[in-house]
Structure formats: structure tokens, C-alpha cells
T-cell receptor
């Protein structure tokens, strides 16, 4: 029972480099989400996806790109990393079933440092 | 989605009940109250949710006032492992986005 996994768990990169964070879920949930968490800001939504090939912006999408070619995967790409993107990134998934029972399940997080 | 207000921190003795309050005075009729928690360095974890009736599961109980303007999460027998940040979130019935506030830091002490 793998659930939702993220890779890598830790990543150090340099300013200007491209970085891709991976998220994989085994539940076939239709919705997937990317959040970032910074001290003083709590969790903020970057992008989300309602289904394969359907994505939408969240609160802080600038500098990020997402894709969802398969239901189970939702990679997040920083096309040209900046120091301000140093953060902990959480992926989540959910499946809107019964009314009001759309619970999000979170991955363990990826700690990204941009030097 | 309605805004929530929580105390920044609370302490609780191990083995005692932890009662975490949340105000959501602008909640509308189709909005649910969700509780999540985040243990240090881990992803947030779903605890419980409700609309207007009190709810209980294996982790906690949720008490929602009759006017729905506030709620209380109850951890009946807090343990050291319950030390975490607890988030109260109000979300629309068919919405999918969770808006996290600052939450309440619960410290369970032996």
C-alpha cells in the first residue's frame, strides 16, 4: 500500500537550473495538488489538477510548470530555479466522492534548497 | 471560503483531553469544517470533518455549535505523539482547494 510518494525527498540545486519534483499516487485519485510551505506563510497552493490533461493555477503558480499525462503522476517543474523557491513542497491527492467527503491525502514532502 | 480563527498555541497534559477551538463566524450553509494536523516535518494529515452534526472517528471528535459559527476538535486522551500544528479549514461542499491558515500549535506535555 504505497499511497502517495514524492521524489526526491531532498534536493539542492543552483539558481537558474531546471528541477522536477515527482509525485506518484496509487489510489487512482482524480485530483492532485502541489503546495509549498514556507516559514511565516503556511501551506500555499501552487497548481492542481482535476484529471489527466487538466491543470489549473493555485495561489502562487509563477515560476512553476505542471503536467498530468497519467492519472497517477503529477510532476512539478521549476524551469529556472530561484532562491525564493527554496521551500518544502507537498503533493496531495483526493477523490471527490460523497458530498463533502473530499479528503486530501498528502505526501511526505520534498525539501528543496536553491543556492 | 470562510475565514477561520484559531489560537496560535495551546498546551495539554498527556492523557488529558485536548480541546482545540475554531471560530468561523462567516461560514455559509454549504461549507464544511475540516481539521488537519501536521506533525513536524511531515505532510498534513486529515483528522475529521463535519457539516452541522457532531462527528466522531477513531482519532477525534468534532463539535460544531448549533449556529455553526464555531467548532471544537477534541482529542480525548492526548499523547506526546499528538504534538502538532492543527488546522481548522472551512471549505465549500464541492470545492477542492484547501486554504491553510496558521493553525494552532498543540504541545502535549508529560
Amino acid at each position: 500500500d504505497a499511497g502517495i510518494t514524492q521524489s526526491p525527498r531532498y534536493k539542492i540545486t543552483e539558481t537558474g537550473r531546471q528541477v522536477t519534483l515527482m509525485c506518484h499516487q496509487t489510489w487512482s485519485h482524480s485530483y492532485m495538488f502541489w503546495y509549498r510551505q514556507d516559514l511565516g506563510h503556511g501551506l500555499r497552493l501552487i497548481y492542481y489538477s482535476a484529471a489527466a490533461d487538466i491543470t489549473d493555477k493555485g495561489e502562487v503558480p509563477d515560476g512553476y510548470v505542471v503536467s498530468r499525462s497519467k492519472t497517477e503522476n503529477f510532476p512539478l517543474t521549476l524551469e529556472s530555479a530561484t532562491r525564493s523557491q527554496t521551500s518544502v513542497y507537498f503533493c496531495a491527492s483526493s477523490d471527490p466522492g460523497l458530498r463533502g467527503t473530499d479528503t486530501q491525502y498528502f505526501g511526505p514532502g520534498t525539501r528543496l534548497t536553491v543556492l | 471560503d470562510a475565514k477561520t480563527t484559531q489560537p496560535p498555541s495551546m498546551d495539554c497534559a498527556e492523557g488529558r483531553a485536548a480541546n482545540l477551538p475554531c471560530n468561523h463566524s462567516t461560514i455559509s450553509g454549504n461549507e464544511y469544517v475540516y481539521w488537519y494536523r501536521q506533525i513536524h516535518s511531515q505532510g498534513p494529515q486529515y483528522i475529521i470533518h463535519g457539516l452541522k452534526n457532531n462527528e466522531t472517528n477513531e482519532m477525534a471528535s468534532l463539535i460544531i455549535t448549533e449556529d455553526r459559527k464555531s467548532s471544537t476538535l477534541i482529542l480525548p486522551h492526548a499523547t506526546l505523539r499528538d504534538t502538532a500544528v492543527y488546522y481548522c479549514i472551512v471549505r465549500q461542499e464541492y470545492g477542492n482547494k484547501l486554504v491553510f491558515g496558521a493553525g494552532t500549535i498543540l504541545r502535549v506535555k508529560s
